[in-house]
């Protein structure tokens, strides 16, 4: 039988070969992707190499000794600790990295403060999509931007290049993920100045704080750690419309504790108690009748506010605002911001309400209107309107007189005289009565004549028996007139004695019939008239001049006699 070589002694001769070629050539796969140190030999143009104690030197890239732009501060004899990448490479190399041994390193001990719920101290580097890039000592980190700070920041800028604490929220080492927060941080030393500024607050302190939002009644201001509410009365003496006008989101601010509720922990907080109170000894810095000049600020429908100082207001009521515009907005005779003169009225120190007069400062027309036209003056104007109850003609460019229907014609009725005008038709009229406090100007037209009338009136007397011709019959007596000028009227119940004649259908128009004045209406130019009275006072002057009650003479008789004695006189 032939010999033949086993395979095992073939084998066993293989593996001894492959055991001593490794040992020759230094391969050691164990030291792949393991952190060790090493000392710098010398040192290239691009690279540094290194001696770490194995049988081959490594090499690592100058770039890793130092940021972008900036030169490595290594020379040869520095001990470092590197990552070995590869044992060795096509050239017989080892290649190592400085970088991942300090990424390597960062892990394990942000591993240990995430086990332990440690802040770690990092430092924004970059902006990447949806927040910032963090260097955590070699480890790259992601910090979302709702992780930031507490409140949105806008410029993220003074961040930068910042060392600072972090939170470790996420990690995951096999993805080489680590999602950290500042705001965690930040949340909890709020928490403790909060907790520490609560337990010292006091009603009065005077605290620095941030404007953190602003609403349209104020603005809340981070106190470090708690917020306080800045009403918008608050922020200044002087008037606000809104808290933005004064103050703006990141503003630092000093503020004083006006109210403090600690079962709530609310904080009311003021700006214009720091500054000195401008309403302190008002009442001698503007007496009533003082003019001054203010800033109008603000518009109403009841009036205007006026700004005599920053922080002192007074308001001129719309009934002080003009003397001829009644009924009118405000803001049709200022506007804001406008710069007017006012008269101070009436100031009130504890109620810190100043009242002041728009038009006081201006000549009152009416009282001018009165100086320059007494009454009987003789004026001028266009028919402005016309009503129901007479004429109010334009005086001026403000002011109306006013003739009354009654005064418009001697002769017609005021509803006849008043369809001889027409609006806009310029009229002469004499100047009866000026009442500046209720500001009427009473005006006539008739007046600018003499009255036809005027020379019955004085001769005629309560008592007397005047001749009258019949003008108009009515249905409760008649018209009548003295002389062609003089207007009377006779009622039903004085037409006659007899009950049976007392019918004014009995006269005629034009019938001229004799009566006695019972009444004179001077200032209307009338007379009330009675026949039956006459025909009683006739009896009665019949029998005494004829008869007496002893005489036997019937009542017939002695007003025959009469009669024929009055016919024979006659």
Known sequence: MASAVTPTTDHFRGEDFATLLDETLGRDAGFDGSVVRGRIVRLTDEFAIVDVGLKSEGRVSLREFAPPGVSPDVKPGDVVELYVERYEDRDGSIVLSREKARREEAWTSLEKAFEANQRVNGTI??????????????????????????????????????????????????????????????????????????????????????????????????????????????????????PSEALQIGQPVRVQVIRF?????????????????????????????????????????????VELEPGVEGLVHVSEMSWTKKNVH???????????????????????????????????????????????????????????????????????????????????????????????????????DVDVEKERISLGIKQLQEDPAADVLISVQKGAIVTCTVTAIQSNGIEVKVDDVLTGFIRRAELARDKAEQRPERF???????????????????????????????????????????????????????IRRRNTDA
């Not at 709702?146 to 409140?151: G, K, L, N, P």
């Not at 993920?177 to 337990?199: D, F, G, M, P």
């Not at 302190?280 to 001054?292: C, H, I, M």
């Not at 019939?513 to 019972?518: G, I, L, N, S």
């Open 125 to 242: 580097y970059g902006r990447v999509k949806g927040g910032f890039t963090v260097d955590l000592g070699g480890a790259m980190a992601f910090l979302p931007g709702s992780q930031v700070d507490i409140r949105p920041v806008r410029d993220v800028g003074p961040l930068m290049g910042v060392p600072q604490p972090f939170q470790i929220l996420k990690m995951d080492r096999a993805r080489g993920n680590i999602v950290v927060s500042r705001r965690a941080v930040l949340e909890e030393t709020r928490a403790e100045q909060r907790s520490e500024l609560i337990q010292g607050l006091t009603e009065g302190m005077i605290l620095d704080g941030v404007v953190k939002n602003i609403t349209d009644y104020g603005a809340f201001v981070d106190l470090g750690g708690v917020d306080g509410l800045l009403h918008v009365t608050d922020i200044a003496w002087k008037r606000i419309n809104h």
């Open 261 to 305: 509720n600690s079962d709530t922990q609310r904080i009311s907080l003021g700006m214009k108690q720091l500054e000195a109170d401008p309403w302190e000894n008002v009442a001698l810095k503007y007496p009533p009748g003082a003019r001054y000049s203010g800033r109008v600020t603000n518009i109403t429908d009841y009036g205007a506010f």
């Open 330 to 432: 405000p803001g049709k005779i200022v506007a804001t911001s406008q710069e007017v003169d006012v008269m101070v009225l009436d100031v009130d120190s504890t109620k810190r309400r100043i009242s002041l007069g728009l038009k006081q400062v201006q000549r009152n027309p009416w009282e001018q209107f009165a100086e320059e036209n007494k009454v009987g003056a003789v004026v001028e104007g266009e028919i402005r309107n016309i009503t129901e109850f007479g004429l109010f003609v334009g005086l001026s460019a403000d002011i109306d007189g006013m003739v009354h229907m009654s005064d418009l014609s001697w002769e017609e009725t005021g509803e006849e005289a008043m369809k001889n005008y027409e609006k806009g038709q310029v009229v002469k009229a004499k100047v009866l």
């Open 508 to 562: 005629a128009v034009g019938e001229r019939v004799d009566a006695k004045v019972v009444s004179v209406d001077r200032a209307a130019r009338k007379l009330a008239l009675t026949i039956k009275g006459r025909e009683v006072e006739e009896d009665k002057q019949a029998i005494s001049d004829y008869g007496s009650s002893d005489s036997g003479a019937s009542l017939g008789d002695i007003l025959g006699a009469a």
